[in-house]
């Protein structure tokens, strides 16, 4: 497959979310996704991860192959009083997936939807803190939601974009 700027291959889009707390908007945000740069490009969900397979080395692996993470950020993001769900817990996928790409300098484009703030500095653990000063968009409920969307797809292309002229001009980054 060509990619947007004509020279890379599957140019990859992972998408970070919490289960639970943003399904259906996350669900749309990557049928349209899937419409502008094909299925093979846009990686949704840990349903794939193999049995007994280190769960937090096959995240790791996933997100170091991916050109951008959208981490999508609802009211709940940050989890809830459960001890075993939520961002303070070092097993918890969200953290595992946005803590990988930050170490491996993958950009992030948080995407606050339901509502959702980007969460204080102060809130996070320390090695999630890089994620507050992420530039993110917002992606609204009906009748914004395809303006929005619209906007975060023009993104990523430029991202891409970008990177393709970086590659070509420096050769490929190293993760």
């Known amino acids: 497959m ?27 945000i990557y049928d349209r996704l899937v419409l502008h740069f094909g299925k093979a ?3 949704k969900d840990v349903d794939n991860i193999p049995l007994g397979i280190d769960f937090r080395r096959h995240l790791e692996d ?10 999508i950020i609802g009211s709940d993001w940050q989890g809830g009083l459960s001890s075993h769900v939520g961002i ?20 992030i484009i948080p995407i606050l939807v339901l509502g959702a703030e980007v969460p ?13 000063y992420r530039q993110g ?4 409920s009906d009748p914004d939601f395809h303006y929005d969307v619209d906007r975060l797809v023009r993104g990523i292309k430029e991202h891409i974009s970008r990177s393709a002229t970086l590659e070509n001009t420096f050769g ?3 993760r």
Do not use: H, W
């Open 137 to 140: 968009v917002a992606v609204r």
């Open 88 to 107: 303070e817990n070092e097993r918890d996928f969200v953290r595992i997936e946005i803590d990988a790409a930050l170490r491996r300098g993958i950009p």
């Open 41 to 43: 490009c846009v990686f």
């Open 2 to 28: 060509e990619s947007l700027s004509g020279k890379r291959q599957n140019a990859s889009i992972f998408i970070c979310y919490r289960r639970g707390v943003s399904n259906d908007i996350t669900g749309r």
């Open 62 to 71: 996933s997100v170091s192959q991916c050109d951008i993470l959208l981490a």
């Open 120 to 132: 204080r500095e102060e809130d996070l653990p320390e090695t999630l803190r890089p994620l507050c």
């Open 172 to 174: 490929p980054a190293r």
